[in-house]
Antibody, heavy 127, light 107 residues
């Protein structure tokens, strides 16, 4: 059974940092592109960042970011620990959201849509 | 960036109704479109990929169509479990972008 378990959310001050983690199980984590998507309270879904897996033309670890987080957030993965991470620095009030990690539907090449999602972790940025 | 516009933002319907949600892209995205369902307090679930491909395990009452810039999600014979918010998402290009969502509520 595929499972994604996020952790690391909480309260941070503006300008502060948090590190989110997503521990995966039930599939070959290293093969899949993984993403972070966030949802501000009462709002819609916003893609945050993606990192490719080894199955993506053998060129795993390529990263992509939304302009709103570029230069502040860093996505990474530790395939030995089946863990996806999101290091969030210089946090702003507008980063307040539930953050979801999600697994790409395909392994040999990224499909860019996501069949399994974690339960989400809430990040609140406030003084 | 490719903008995704959904309509309506809210749709009132009854059990047994057939409903259609529209998603428009600001430029052609071929069929690089997915649909997700989200219930309050829960993560999204994938319904449709490649505009019309039904995700494994999803009821055949859900169907998607369209290409280029205009897409639709149709739910036939609406069931009580279908009352939720639905999002389209383009993946023609980064940044991946979602529509604003359509809430299907009880009439």
């Amino acid at each position: 059974e595929v499972q994604l378990l996020e952790s690391g959310g909480g309260l941070a001050q503006p300008g502060g940092s948090l590190r989110l983690s997503c521990v995966a199980s039930g599939f070959t984590f290293s093969a899949y592109t993984m993403i972070w998507v966030r949802q501000a309270p009462g709002k819609g879904l916003e893609w945050v960042s993606s990192i490719t897996g080894d199955g993506f033309t053998g060129d795993g670890g390529r990263t992509y970011y939304a302009d709103s987080v570029k230069g502040r957030f860093t996505i990474s993965r530790d395939n030995s620990k089946n863990t996806l991470s999101l290091q969030m620095n210089s946090l702003r009030a507008e980063d307040t959201a539930v953050y979801y990690c999600a697994k790409d539907r395909c392994s040999t090449a990224s499909c860019f849509n996501n069949d399994y999602w974690g339960q989400g972790t809430l990040v609140t940025v406030s003084s | 960036d490719i903008q995704m516009t959904q309509s309506p933002s809210t749709l009132s319907a009854s059990v047994g109704d057939s409903v259609t949600i529209t998603c428009r892209a600001s430029q052609s995205i071929s069929t690089w479109l997915a649909w997700y369902q989200q219930k309050p307090g829960k993560a999204p679930t994938l319904l449709i990929f490649s505009a019309s491909g039904l995700q494994s395990g999803v009821s055949s009452r859900f169907s998607g169509s369209g290409s280029g810039t205009e897409f639709t999600l149709t739910i036939s014979s609406l069931q009580s479990d279908d009352f939720a918010t639905y999002y389209c998402q383009q993946y023609d290009n980064y940044p991946l972008t979602f529509g604003g969502g359509t809430k299907v509520e009880v009439k």
